[in-house]
């Protein structure tokens, strides 16, 4: 599964990621990790959303998490 992390935003702690399993893109934040000193720890971060992208992966395949239905078009 692709996953794309983005910029760090150290007001919620959290990093937002977007998880593609199958085409569906799946876009949502994941928690980050954080070293003692209480600075980011971006390799932890990585860590996790990798054990976030497992739980996405079982929902795709469950059809829980599923491409969004587009609207049909009205005449006008």
């Known amino acids: 599964m692709k996953t794309t992390i983005g910029r760090y935003d150290s007001a919620t702690r959290s990093v937002p990621v977007v998880f593609d399993p199958d085409g569906i893109a ?3 934040s994941v928690n980050a990790c ?11 971060t990585v ?29 006008a």
């Open 34 to 44: 954080h070293l003692e000193d209480g600075s980011y720890d971006r390799k932890g």
């Open 47 to 75: 860590a996790r959303v990798a054990e976030v992208a497992l739980g996405v992966a079982v929902k795709a395949n469950l059809g829980v998490i599923s491409a969004p239905v587009e609207p049909e078009a009205t005449p």
């Open 26 to 28: 799946h876009a949502r």
